[in-house]
């Protein structure tokens, strides 16, 4: 359905327009700046506002440029061969410039009359909808800002075109559903061809895994919990604070976040290590608080992966039983609880169960350390850990917890829809995790929320 041509007379009606409204432009501004003084700040507004309304005629009269200069007379049909031109027909679409009129030819499908115009899916747009440049800016600041209502008073300010809050939400949920989808097709693929997701970045000698979870309050079911996966690497320095001692850093972290149940997740998580290119001769460590669901998937998921517990998690179950045997004040209990830290820094498990053991019918303190370091006592080697200058701490995903979910849907008074809460957790994951193009490319044309139809032709006499 096009009809192509380059014309200079084209290229010249563009031009010449153009140039007399930026002159009238350059010749009003001139005049205003020099009517009294201003302040730089106001002059910089002003230029802005010219700026945008020059882009928006500017891309105004650049759009018919994209097309053809004569519509085709037919062309292939939405469900049959033909589809036969009706009229131009005009569509308005909202930019980060400001709405901007498109003429497009309109075509009329000869088998079941359904109308299309194939500038829509060129460009691509939809009539009364938003550009996906416009969709964009709404999503990353859906995702980042305190509110939706925040996210659009932000446009205004940078002179872009005035947008309801509505549409911001509607461009962060949409976009976090196409993301969720993209994982879900990606571990879909994997389990039915028994081939992990292809990796995008060489595989690193040691990779570093943590899971972790945070409750959002939502509309339906009250508090939800959106599970938190952060992978990472790490590097090794010496203390700025304390020169004659090294210190271990994460660098290269990378997000996933659901709003689902943990069999789900597991396999979400596993798809983003996957990417990340770990093989069998990655050095997996997963670190975590001591959640069963955590090690349950850690065994399924990562079943050669040095499983570490939280080293300040585990030391917060012996202040607690300190208190419950000696008190809460005196020597004896600092004492007391100092040196089961000692013995658990250096890995003497069997000395602070033995400690722990006499005390058991004290209460609850006790026989809930007992109980967490018994069943953890693997996963406590801290000695051997910090030979290998392995991270034991799960700080990194306790940070990733507050920057996705906490810092953006736990703020005072809000409530959500669970898929959006999910969806503004995972664009924030993938724009954290430095997978923003990667997003902008993975979004569908846009789409009309219905269809016009024109009745298809009646047969002729000597066809019935």
């Keep these: 359905m096009t009809n192509r041509t380059t014309s200079p007379d084209r290229t010249e009606d563009f031009v010449q327009p153009m140039t007399d409204q930026m002159g009238q432009l350059a010749r009003t501004i001139s005049t205003w700046v020099q009517a009294e003084a201003r302040p730089l700040q106001e002059i910089e507004a002003q230029v802005v506002r010219v700026l945008h309304d020059l882009g928006n005629s500017l891309l105004t009269a650049l759009a018919p440029l994209a097309a053809p200069v004569r519509p085709a007379p037919d062309g292939p049909g939405t469900c049959g061969p033909t589809a036969r031109y009706l009229r131009m027909r005009s569509a308005t679409v909202t930019t980060v410039l400001g709405p901007v009129r498109l003429e497009r030819a309109l075509y009329a499908c000869a088998t079941c009359g359904a109308h299309q115009a194939p500038r829509d899916q060129q460009l691509p747009i939809a009539a009364g909808g938003l550009s996906l440049g416009l969709q964009e800016v709404l999503a990353m600041l859906g995702a980042t800002q305190d509110s939706f209502a925040q996210a659009t008073a932000v446009l205004p300010r940078r002179c872009l075109g005035p947008v309801c809050p509505n549409s911001a939400r509607a461009a962060t949920d949409d976009l976090g559903a196409v993301l969720t989808a993209h994982t879900e097709a990606q571990v879909a693929t994997a389990q039915q061809t028994q081939t992990p997701p292809p990796a995008v970045a060489p595989a690193p000698p ?122 809460t004040a005196g020597d004896q209990q600092r004492t007391w609880a100092n040196t089961q830290l000692t013995a658990l820094w250096e890995g003497r498990i069997d000395d602070i169960l033995a400690a722990l053991e006499p005390y058991r019918a004290r209460g609850d303190g006790v026989t809930d350390g007992l109980s967490y370091i018994s069943t953890h006592r693997s996963r406590m080697d801290y000695p051997t850990y910090r030979a290998r200058g392995l991270h034991i701490g799960s700080g990194t995903v306790e940070s990733t917890c507050k920057q996705i979910v906490s810092a953006r849907l736990k703020l005072a008074g809000m409530i959500w829809d669970p898929a959006g809460a999910e969806a503004v957790a995972v664009v924030r994951a993938w724009l954290k995790s430095h997978r923003w193009d990667e997003a902008m490319r993975l979004r569908p044309p846009p789409q009309r929320t219905y269809q016009r139809q024109s009745p298809p032709p009646s047969p002729s006499p000597a066809a019935a």
């Design 206 to 327: 040691r990779l570093y895994l943590s899971m972790d979870g945070v409750l959002a309050h939502t509309r339906a079911g009250g508090w939800k919990e959106i599970k938190i996966g952060c992978g990472y690497t790490t590097r090794t320095r010496v203390s700025r604070r304390r020169p004659d001692t090294l210190e271990i850093r994460a660098e290269a972290q990378r997000y996933v976040a659901a709003l689902a149940d943990a069999a789900t997740f597991g396999w979400h998580f596993w798809a983003e290590a996957q990417r990340r290119g770990s093989t069998e001769d990655t050095e997996v460590v997963l670190i975590g608080d001591g959640a069963h669901g955590i090690w349950k998937l850690a065994d399924e998921h990562f079943p050669h992966a040095t499983q570490i517990v939280d080293w300040y998690n585990a030391s917060q179950y012996l202040w607690p039983a300190a208190t419950t045997i000696w008190g």
